[in-house]
């Protein structure tokens, strides 16, 4: 049985190696993304204003730049501006009259002085770019999607990035089961051998590098799965146990061509609120969305610069028809079912935004672990083959590769 499972570790280790790698890596970096995003890009998120100079509401200000642009619609828009922070806000393309097809358009995010109006910058994110606009959004989609395309309507880099974190998910169990070997030996699988250094310490870091943060990671792996394959795997295998709240984006069907709302911004933001009173919310609106794939507006309730929601388990959102202004479903944190608190944890798990600055500390922790182990377990199976090649080589002389030439270990 232990051959079978060391087998399969060395093979799945191999084989998701260089994913977990990256995926470690630019986790690590995304932990922080709004905040080094402002420090590479000020025009994006500061703004000079004069001095008691009235701002315009984030509804005029969308309003002027769809008027500047007839080629786009604002999707998504911070209903309240920090002091001396630009607006940015998301855009879609309309769809051209003269060729039915929406506009091409090289961005979708649009940042403005809230207290003039002006176009301050624009960017594509997620671009495939290492400019110094791109980079953070580059490395944000690289992290859970590869930048891999659609086909038939699929995301593949979705799809390919949670099945790696399926796979991960229970190797983490076949490495816990192999990294104690016996009784007597248990108390190696938490040891370093920082003395010995080169070949015997990376096989500690791998192994009980893993056993140390085996707790930690299991949660890491497991919301990685649910953040890609949320609508495909996770719920529904969740409300087969639980009810879940209505969720437009898993109960409707994405439209075949772009939406345009026949509810008013404005009528949007009054229906939430209302409906925010009856259910006492006590957050005040903070932005609002609209999705032209699924027809629908996000009305959600958060501080400024809260959006993340940092600290719990993120900001409610209430949804409404985009035709009709009915109710469509919300997103309650704390509330709900036992399957929806299940759900509302895997964001604020994943990214560590539970435990607000502390628990990003320690995402980014975890994914240089994560990244730690990729690569130890790499020079791991490296040797080992060496070795064998080694006596392989030697064997029809007689010989074997002499046991000095690496540490019998159990295997990781």
Do not use: C
């Amino acid at each position: 049985m232990r051959k079978v499972l060391v087998f399969l570790h060395r093979w799945f280790g191999l084989g998701l190696a260089l994913f977990l790698f990256q995926a470690g890596l630019t986790g690590a970096l995304i932990a922080w993304d709004h905040e080094i995003d402002g420090l590479f890009n000020p025009e994006l998120y500061r703004a000079e204003t004069p001095a008691g100079a009235e701002l315009l509401s984030p509804l005029r200000l969308a309003e002027i730049v769809e008027r500047d642009d007839p080629r786009v619609q604002v999707t998504f828009l911070p209903l309240a501006v920090e002091p001396g922070h630009a607006l940015m806000m998301s855009v879609d393309p309309r769809k051209d009259a003269a060729t039915g097809k929406p506009y091409e358009l090289d961005f979708d995010q649009v940042a403005v002085n809230p207290a003039t109006g002006e176009v301050q910058g624009r960017r594509e994110w997620g671009a495939i770019s290492l400019s110094r606009q791109q980079v953070m959004p580059f490395l944000y989609k690289l992290h859970y999607s590869l930048h891999l395309p659609e086909a038939g309507g699929i995301s593949l880099g979705l799809w390919f990035m949670g099945l790696v974190a399926m796979v991960w998910f229970f190797d983490a169990f076949i490495a816990l089961w192999i990294s104690f070997p016996n009784r007597k030996a248990w108390k190696k699988s938490f040891a370093f051998r920082f003395d010995k250094g080169g070949y015997r310490l990376n096989f500690d870091l791998h192994r009980s590098g893993g056993v140390w943060t085996w707790l930690l990671l299991m949660p890491l792996a497991f919301t990685a799965v649910s953040m890609n394959l949320n609508r495909e795997v996770v719920r529904p295998l969740v409300s087969a146990f639980s009810p879940l709240a209505d969720n437009p984006f898993a109960s409707r069907t994405q439209l075949a061509e772009l939406a345009v709302p026949a509810v008013s911004r404005a009528k949007v933001i009054e229906l939430g609120a209302a409906e925010g009173l009856r259910l006492e919310l006590e957050r005040p609106i903070g932005g609002l969305f609209y999705s032209p794939e699924f027809d629908v507006f996000g009305v959600g309730f958060y501080a400024p610069g809260n959006d993340h929601g940092d600290g719990g388990l993120g900001n409610p959102w209430l949804y409404f028809d985009g035709q009709t202004g009915a109710a469509a479903g919300s997103e309650l944190p704390g509330r709900g079912s036992a399957g929806d608190f299940f759900m509302q944890l895997q964001f604020p798990l994943h990214s560590g935004r539970i435990l607000g600055v502390p628990g990003r500390v320690l995402i980014t922790l975890l994914g240089l672990v994560v990244a730690m182990l990729s690569v130890t377990g790499v020079i791991i199976w490296a040797k080992k083959r060496r070795v064998r090649v080694l006596a392989d080589a030697k064997e029809p002389r007689g010989e074997r590769a002499p046991a000095s030439e690496i540490e019998i270990q159990p295997s990781a």
